[in-house]
């Protein structure tokens, strides 16, 4: 069952910040489908709530980040890409290409702007590893890409500012 670990939220100048690592998400059957040439898409999705005593607390932000990973048989190279980023990230072996997809070091969640000081607030997140939808025909071939879609718990975690 995949889960996050190691999960911090920390501020710069400017934004909120998670650092957090994806464990046991690479199931032998995605590893083989990966190297077959079918994409992964990891998405995280953060939520960001203000936490009110006697009232329901206030929803005041919420984004996804999906990242792909896909494999190049012809270059014998994983590309990963991330919406919202510039350029896509080449990496030469499965293991760095997985560690990448694995660690979230130092994502946006909310810009400090948005935040009232002196208030709590809590962030909700979860890994949703999505089935990719492929061609029917491909679909009898790898029957085992839909086993991979899963996602982790939801996590909590406070913070003030």
Known sequence: MP???DVLITSN??????????VDCFKPEMASAIMAGVPAVFTLHLDVYLERPRLWNKHIAGKEIQRTIK???????FTITTNGAGQPVVFQDFESARKAMADFDGIAVISLASLSRGNNYHLLTKVKID?????LNMEYVLFFVSLWDFETPLYKIRFSY
């Open 3 to 5: 889960r996050m670990t």
């Open 13 to 22: 100048t400017r934004n909120v910040l998670l650092y957090a690592r994806l």
């Open 71 to 77: 494999y190049d048989n012809l270059k014998k190279t």
């Open 131 to 135: 089935k990719v939808s492929l061609p």
